[in-house]
């Protein structure tokens, strides 16, 4: 049977690497500083905190359309609270390397971190969605790591809580315009993702999967093409202006507006067609994008 660790604190992870935690919520460290406690092992851990790792990756230099793009220099890996990781078999003379941030979430209690979180999509990406930087993104990240490092290591007062959650919040506002600049490399990619997207939409409701399954959600889609849904509507939203709902839910009803003129089919029977459990839910949605119900529609049509 798989046993799975529990990491509660921060120092559940600090002590892990033989690493001094430098404040009970947060702590910034270089892992190659520590050396691995291989008495306990466990086949996952699961987190419940933040953690930010800034991997070593010599030698990965990525390659999209017709140009390299130098990342060899490291890749961010982002988890959050509740997020499992899969360990595996680890050797005894493992040497850990590259650089860590964790914080707690009751270290944002109060803030305004506290209330943008949820915009930071990237904490629930998929391993093979990381971000890969370049040699001066990683020194910025470095340095912000530095700075929360030497506020960790002053003595602690009034000002010590605001001004560590800032540079948190500084450094994840610089990785969202790194992915950003991530997904504009990775276009001709994207533009792949976002065609087979829009043609299995279409499928997923012409063909009656919609009636068995139930109206197209994001997850499925993400799922076909093996992204996370945070990720997958993240590169539609930026590729098209559009999320990926929107689209889903525009589709629905240009195919509605084509059934709509088969006199013979009810309201009903068309919102079943389209996967909606309540024809109540069609009718409402269909209002709130043409500006008149089903019936309305079908009389001026």
Same mark, same amino acid.
């Given at each position: 049977?798989?046993?799975?660790?529990?990491?509660?604190?921060? !120092?559940?992870?600090?002590?892990?690497?033989?690493?001094?935690?430098?404040?009970?919520?947060?702590?910034?460290? !270089?892992?190659?500083?520590?050396?691995?406690?291989?008495?306990?092992?466990?086949?996952?851990?699961?987190?419940?905190?933040?953690?930010?790792?800034?991997?070593?990756?010599?030698?990965?230099?990525?390659?999209?359309?017709?140009?390299?793009?130098?990342?060899?220099?490291?890749?961010?890996?982002?988890?959050?609270?509740?997020?499992?990781?899969?360990?595996?078999?680890?050797?005894?003379?493992?040497?850990?390397?590259?650089?860590?941030?964790?914080?707690?979430?009751?270290?944002?209690?109060?803030?305004?971190?506290?209330?943008?979180?949820?915009?930071?999509?990237?904490?629930?990406?998929?391993?093979?969605?990381?971000?890969?930087?370049?040699?001066?993104?990683?020194?910025?990240?470095?340095?912000?790591?530095?700075?929360?490092?030497?506020?960790?290591?002053?003595?602690?007062?009034?000002?010590?809580?605001?001004?560590?959650?800032?540079?948190?919040?500084?450094?994840?506002?610089?990785?969202?315009?790194?992915?950003?600049?991530?997904?504009?490399?990775?276009?001709?990619?994207?533009?792949?993702?976002?065609?087979?997207?829009?043609?299995?939409?279409?499928?997923?409701?012409?063909?009656?999967?919609?009636?068995?399954?139930?109206?197209?959600?994001?997850?499925?889609?993400?799922?076909?093409?093996?992204?996370?849904?945070?990720?997958?509507? !993240?590169?539609?939203?930026?590729?098209?202006?559009?999320?990926?709902?929107?689209?889903?839910?525009?589709?629905?009803?240009?195919?509605?507006?084509?059934?709509?003129?088969?006199?013979?089919?009810?309201?009903?029977?068309?919102?079943?067609?389209?996967?909606?459990?309540?024809?109540?839910?069609?009718?409402?949605?269909?209002?709130?994008?043409?500006?008149?119900?089903?019936?309305?529609?079908?009389?001026?049509?």
């Amino acid at each position: 049977m798989a046993l799975t660790k529990d990491l509660i604190k921060v !120092d559940d992870y600090c002590s892990k690497f033989n690493l001094s935690t430098l404040h009970p919520l947060v702590s910034v460290h !270089d892992l190659s500083e520590g050396t691995l406690d291989g008495r306990e092992h466990a086949d996952a851990v699961r987190y419940h905190f933040y953690g930010i790792f800034l991997k070593q990756g010599e030698g990965c230099i990525l390659r999209y359309g017709r140009q390299n793009y130098d990342y060899q220099d490291g890749t961010l890996v982002f988890l959050a609270p509740g997020q499992v990781v899969h360990v595996g078999h680890i050797d005894a003379s493992f040497k850990p390397a590259g650089h860590a941030l964790l914080f707690h979430p009751d270290l944002l209690w109060g803030t305004h971190l506290a209330k943008t979180m949820t915009e930071y999509s990237f904490f629930s990406y998929l391993s093979h969605e990381a971000l890969h930087i370049s040699k001066k993104e990683r020194q910025l990240v470095l340095d912000l790591f530095d700075k929360i490092r030497t506020e960790l290591s002053h003595g602690i007062d009034k000002h010590s809580k605001e001004l560590v959650v800032a540079n948190i919040e500084l450094f994840l506002k610089y990785c969202m315009r790194f992915y950003d600049r991530q997904f504009i490399t990775r276009e001709k990619e994207n533009l792949g993702v976002i065609q087979r997207f829009e043609i299995s939409l279409i499928s997923y409701i012409q063909t009656g999967i919609a009636k068995e399954l139930g109206t197209p959600s994001v997850s499925y889609f993400a799922e076909e093409q093996n992204l996370s849904s945070n990720y997958f509507g !993240d590169l539609v939203k930026k590729e098209t202006g559009k999320s990926a709902n929107d689209h889903i839910q525009d589709q629905l009803i240009e195919i509605a507006k084509q059934k709509i003129f088969d006199s013979e089919k009810t309201v009903s029977e068309i919102a079943y067609e389209l996967g909606f459990k309540y024809p109540q839910h069609f009718t409402r949605l269909f209002k709130k994008k043409m500006g008149k119900t089903p019936n309305e529609y079908r009389m001026l049509n």
